[in-house]
């Protein structure tokens, strides 16, 4: 039985909850973590045989394969990754604290001030603590969970899909899952692209769910669930997957741009 590993942030779970809960429950062993970066470090590793992994680890971590069709991504504006500071205007922004947790995130913010921006602020990995971050910088990146739950109070918020959109007319695709090349015919036969739509079908309980956990109303959690986020890999989205891939290459952000290549051999350049 393969092993897979993804977060638990409520954007992955419509990914897993076939997984643990549904009818594919006995086809993998799945690990969860709260952060995309850890589970990216475990298939590194190779302590699973496939993870939900920041879409810019394919450009880092040597011979992956990616598993086709099914994604985590938006089309515009996706709510759970956020430039949050309480400067007036995002060009006044000297100094960003990025959420550990992200490493697709962290390095899209730099793209966007360099690319479209010109700007260099300065960056430093922290913990998501909104409060401890903004103490000591002018703007704070969060992802996932936290980045749908704290007070806007007094700040300017920025989605980075909707910025992504904005200078690039394209989708934007923040994770996908990935495997060693080696275990690729095995992780082939896991229907991960019918977990997805299994897990769709019941984005009224994970919705319900999630709205106790994290304190935020069932009807909002539910448009995120199925207007926000976007959890197929299409022509759009992969275009803008690609250019994502040139402009982390262009600015020393991954040391390749190698095309998609897929757990069925196949290899696709996007765009």
């Known amino acids: 039985m393969p092993r897979i590993a993804a977060s638990s942030y409520l954007n992955s779970t419509p990914l897993i909850w076939s997984f643990s809960e549904g009818s594919h429950r006995h086809s993998v062993k799945l690990l969860t973590d709260t952060a ?23 450009q880092r971590i040597p011979e992956l394969v990616v598993v086709p069709g099914v994604c985590v991504g938006a ?23 990025l959420d550990t947790s992200s490493r697709t995130s962290a390095a899209l913010i730099e793209i966007i001030f360099r ?36 007070p806007r109070d007094d700040l300017r918020v920025y989605d980075l899909a909707e910025l992504w959109r904005e200078h690039t007319g394209l989708g934007f695709v923040f994770a996908m899952w990935m495997a060693g090349e080696e275990d690729a015919e095995r992780i082939a036969r896991v229907d991960f692209a019918g977990a997805r739509d299994e897990g769709l079908m019941n984005a009224e309980l994970i919705a319900e769910t999630y709205s106790k956990d994290l304190g935020l109303p069932y009807s ?12 197929e890999l299409d022509e759009d989205m992969r275009a803008g997957l690609n250019l994502y891939y040139q402009l982390a290459h262009r600015h020393g952000l991954a040391q390749t741009a190698r095309p998609l290549k897929f757990v069925d051999g196949v290899e696709v350049v996007a765009g």
């Open 36 to 58: 995309p970066a850890r589970c990216a470090l475990m298939l590194a590793r190779r302590e699973v045989e496939a993870a939900l992994v920041p879409v810019i680890e394919y």
């Open 220 to 231: 909002e959690l539910l448009s995120y669930l199925r207007e926000n986020i976007c959890y």
């Open 115 to 150: 690319e479209f921006l010109r700007r260099e602020p300065r960056l430093t990995p922290a913990e998501p603590d909104l409060a401890a971050m903004l103490q000591s910088h002018d703007a704070a990146l969060l992802i996932g969970d936290p980045a749908m739950t704290f």
């Open 75 to 97: 089309r515009s504006r996706v709510r759970s990754v956020v430039l949050a500071t309480r400067k007036r205007d995002i060009r006044e922004v000297s100094s960003i604290a």
